[in-house]
T-cell receptor, first 114, second 116 residues
Framework: KNQVEQSPQSLIILEGKNCTLQCNYTVSPFSNLRWYKQDTGRGPVSLTI?????NTKSNGRYTATLDADTKQSSLHITASQLSDSASYICVVSDRGSTLGRLYFGRGTQLTVWP | EADIYQTPRYLVIGTGKKITLECSQT?????MYWYQQDPGMELHLIHY???????EKGDLSSESTVSRIRTEHFPLTLESARPSHTSQYLCASSETKTSGGNNEQFFGPGTRLTVL
């Protein structure tokens, strides 16, 4: 069964600190993995995309890693800001269908305190 | 900022009412999707469309229906709303590429539906 598991479920950090969010998946055949940021009451917005051959990608203060062998990904946030408070969702796409089916994790709810 | 819009953003209605959630995109994307999301849970695909006059049911069974008469418009209708339909509904779209599965889905802001 194709699944995406994220940890921790929630996280509270102080402004300026770093944090790392984890994602494990069993989706096969694998196409790509995206990290989305979802602000409260808004739709998800893509932060990074990684394909099978990529093992790290950065977008400003966000750095994603991918280990396709162990089927694990992480999202590292550097020097957190209050605006980073959101749900971060790991989304894995398979290449076994013309739809490009997406498998969503439940997200990590990050709260940044001043 | 993605050009995909949903209305209304919030809706509170009584049981038995018929409702239509609107979704429009101005990016010319062929594929469109409806997801249902409950607090703390993953998004579940309830409907999708490959293009005009194409509609398919997703993974999660839903009593809602959709239509795709125009490329840019993908409304979702509930004929008789019930409290169990209370949820957040997210619309998304993506373009069709000839190869690979890297098509990003762009999401609308969502409609928060509450059925009393």
């Amino acid at each position: 069964k194709n699944q995406v598991e994220q940890s921790p479920q929630s996280l509270i950090i102080l402004e300026g600190k770093n944090c790392t969010l984890q994602c494990n998946y069993t989706v096969s055949p694998f196409s790509n993995l995206r990290w989305y940021k979802q602000d409260t009451g808004r739709g998800p917005v893509s932060l990074t995309i990684m394909t099978f051959s990529e093992n790290t990608k950065s977008n400003g203060r966000y750095t994603a890693t991918l280990d396709a062998d162990t089927k694990q990904s992480s999202l590292h946030i550097t020097a957190s800001q209050l605006s980073d408070s959101a749900s971060y969702i790991c989304v894995v796409s398979d290449r076994g269908s013309t739809l490009g089916r997406l498998y969503f994790g439940r997200g990590t709810q990050l709260t940044v305190w001043p | 900022e993605a050009d995909i819009y949903q209305t209304p953003r919030y809706l509170v209605i009584g049981t038995g009412k018929k409702i239509t959630l609107e979704c429009s995109q101005t990016m010319g994307h062929d594929k469109m999707y409806w997801y249902q999301q409950d607090p703390g849970m993953e998004l579940h695909l309830i409907h999708y469309s490959y293009g005009v006059n194409s509609t398919e049911k997703g993974d999660l069974s839903s009593e809602s229906t959709v239509s795709r008469i125009r490329t840019e418009h993908f409304p979702l209708t509930l004929e008789s709303a019930r409290p169990s339909h209370t949820s957040q509904y997210l619309c998304a779209s993506s373009e069709t590429k000839t190869s690979g599965g890297n098509n990003e889905q762009f999401f609308g802001p969502g409609t928060r539906l509450t059925v009393l």
